[in-house]
T-cell receptor
Framework: GAVVSQHPSWVICKSGTSVKIECRSLDFQATTMFWYRQFPKQSLMLMATSNEGSKATYEQGVEKDKFLINHASLTLSTLTVTSAHPEDSSFYIC????????????FGPGTRLTVT | GNSVTQMEGPVTLSEEAFLTINCTYTATGYPSLFWYVQYPGEGLQLLLKATKADDKGSNKGFEATYRKETTSFHLEKGSVQVSDSAVYFCALRPSGGYQKVTFGIGTKLQVIP
């Protein structure tokens, strides 16, 4: 139980285009989802927290207009990187919390984004 | 604020060697403590956790004991295998309900045959 999936697992896009990453909780209802960014050889940086049906709360320094987060249902959250640039290349990981897991966060496998 | 400090890697060990990865934390009250493991190209998996002082978390031969007096949660394994090669993250979640998890920087472990 408590499986979180992400799609795609990797994506390459051209500079200036937008790319959408999906995060799904497969066997539980995720009342809260988190989006992290991981730079090479560094820890996870929390980008934003979203609760189902409400606007995401972004961490300081994260551009909300660039990283659009939607949490429209209890099993799906999306992160859209708009007008991507090479510096947006990174590993993006989502995490979900809810259901019987209580406070626990369950992590997705991550999405590798490369902007050329 | 809350923080997690763990030893910087990489840590290189021979197969069957003893492993210790140090982790200390700063937080008020009694946070829950975690170790996550990230295999190459994958997301994080929960390895073990402890929710109160003196608790010992264990999984797959790994152990860590919640030491309130030293604010530590060191990860140990008696005999590592090549398949244990990964990045290990120490993390904490403050007490008091739905709080955010704070991660350490991660320690890369490489086990050589």
């Amino acid at each position: 139980g408590a499986v979180v999936s992400q799609h795609p697992s990797w994506v390459i896009c051209k500079s200036g285009t937008s790319v959408k990453i999906e995060c799904r909780s497969l066997d539980f209802q995720a009342t809260t989802m988190f989006w992290y960014r991981q730079f090479p050889k560094q820890s996870l940086m929390l980008m934003a927290t979203s609760n189902e049906g409400s606007k995401a709360t972004y961490e300081q320094g994260v551009e909300k207009d660039k990283f659009l987060i939607n949490h429209a249902s209890l099993t799906l959250s999306t992160l859209t990187v708009t007008s991507a640039h090479p510096e947006d290349s990174s590993f993006y990981i989502c995490s979900a919390r809810g259901g019987r897991g209580g406070y626990e966060q369950y992590f997705g496998p991550g999405t590798r984004l490369t902007v050329t | 604020g809350n923080s997690v400090t763990q030893m910087e890697g990489p840590v290189t060990l021979s197969e069957e060697a003893f492993l210790t990865i140090n982790c200390t934390y700063t937080a008020t009250g009694y946070p829950s403590l975690f170790w996550y493991v990230q295999y190459p190209g994958e997301g994080l998996q929960l390895l073990l956790k402890a929710t109160k002082a003196d608790d010992k978390g264990s999984n797959k031969g790994f152990e860590a004991t919640y030491r309130k007096e030293t604010t530590s949660f060191h990860l140990e394994k008696g005999s590592v295998q090549v398949s244990d090669s990964a990045v290990y993250f120490c993390a904490l979640r403050p007490s008091g309900g739905y709080q955010k998890v704070t991660f350490g920087i991660g320690t890369k472990l490489q086990v050589i045959p």
